[in-house]
């Protein structure tokens, strides 16, 4: 993929204040600190335009970027975090469901898990939970870079495995600290960012 212009759009909590549905959109899940953001850098090979989990209030919101005037990019919020209350996390879930049910330009929602450990409870219910909203689920172990070769094949089966993929669903290695993966990330997502 060329990227020729990655834009900040926004961040958002409510349906009404995202961008116009006019464009195809791709989204992105997983944990926080599972390296989300470090991910869509390097995807758009941009230093710093996705912020780190770190950064106040992004926790809690939808960030939209727009890619090459053809497309959105979306930065789901991060979920696992330990001192969340009980009302936060509800508030998280409403978003997300409320997110993958109506929008109607969402084409695929890519889930991230650390290739080192198997999938939390919150990782195989939200793989459940993009599924049933009809979405392929392309799968990405990240930080591929902490794992030997035999021993990152033996963790990818095992994800697969733990998450129940069906056997045309794709699992995909990256590294965003070796700059390694990013494109077999695009290409597995190509047919979907036809206008
Ligand atoms: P986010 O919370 O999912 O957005 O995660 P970040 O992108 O902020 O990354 C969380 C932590 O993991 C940071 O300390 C990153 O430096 C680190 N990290 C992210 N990607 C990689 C990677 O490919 N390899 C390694 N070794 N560390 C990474």
Avoid at 85 to 96: A, D, L, N, V, Y
Avoid at 109 to 132: A, F, N, T
Avoid at 154 to 163: D, G, P, S, V, Y
């Amino acid at each position: 993929m060329i990227i020729k212009e990655a834009a900040f759009v926004g961040s958002f909590v409510k349906m009404e204040q995202y961008p116009v549905p006019d464009m195809p959109e791709i989204a992105m899940a997983g944990r926080s600190n599972v390296g989300k953001s470090s991910l869509i850098n390097t995807m758009l090979n941009r230093k710093k335009l996705a912020k780190t989990s770190s950064t106040p209030g992004k926790t809690r919101t939808i960030n939209f970027y727009k890619i090459n005037q053809t497309f959105y990019l979306v930065d789901l919020p991060g979920y696992g975090y330990a001192k969340v209350s009980k009302k936060e996390r509800e508030s998280w879930g409403g978003m997300i469901g409320t997110y993958l049910s109506r929008r109607s330009s969402l084409q695929e929602v890519v889930l991230l898990v650390d290739c080192r450990h198997d999938p939390s409870g919150e990782d195989k219910q939200m793989y459940e939970w993009i599924q049933q909203h009809g979405f392929g689920g392309v799968v990405i172990a990240t930080k591929a870079d902490k794992l030997s070769r035999s021993k990152l094949t033996q963790q990818l089966r095992r994800i697969r495995n733990q998450l129940g993929m069906p056997k045309e669903a794709v699992i995909l290695p990256v590294s965003s600290l070796k700059k390694e993966g990013s494109e077999a990330v695009w290409e597995a997502l190509a047919d979907k960012l036809k206008p």
